[in-house]
């Protein structure tokens, strides 16, 4: 589902100087109101530019905070300078009845005021939307590893998307703070994630974890590539997998191919 939008910044107030310079971060509370763990996938999605002061390559800092994991700093951001969809590097699991706050902050290389006059000024915007989705987890071992949803209905969670910025004065000092809160694409803090479809999974190829396919697209024999390739495009289709960016990806790699949703009647 579509969350809410976003917009990372750390650059002057205005152009015209004298003017506080920004640093303003996303926040997302995920709140899992079900009685069991759910484990969410989240993405950013955003114009692809060649920029590289205005992509979330490289430029962000993920913080995962989740009653008894604090301040977890092994989440980032995955995707190329020039993609338009990027994806924390792992699901955000959260415990029954348990809520998670998500932080997207600018990272270096900007500078924070006062520097020493040689690096270049804070000069970072970048802005989209993000989604989260419950995706289906594989189970079993070998021959008998299948997708299988988390859920057999939608899961009930509350969202709570925030900008939060603080102002840095010509000396350095914080003179402010401010947050405010998004408008969610539901329109209700309490809403419901579908979940993910199961399905089959050709044995060893795919590791403990929701659909990727550039985690297995390494592996595939040569000799069978036709058989492993309609098996990968299945799963893809159970998974609710982003085909724009998977495209992009197929793009980027100079391969002659994308996939299309059909609807199949019977």
Known sequence: MNVSTFELIFKPQSPIPPADTVLQGYFLNISNLEDVELRFRVDFVTSSVTDPTRTLADNTVVIVDVAGVNNDFTFELLGSPAANSFRLNQLVTIPAHATAKIAVLPDDPFPCPPGDGTEDPADYEARGYVTLRLPALIEGIGASQKFVPQLDHPARVLLTPQNRAVYFGEDGAIKSQTQAALQLASGQSETQIPAEMGGFVAPDLLPADAFDP????????PDRASERLAQLVALAATSGIDTRAFNA?????????ALERRTIKS
């Open 249 to 257: 990806s197929l793009r980027d790699a100079g391969i002659g191919m």
């Open 214 to 221: 550039s985690d297995v697209l390494g592996v595939i024999d």
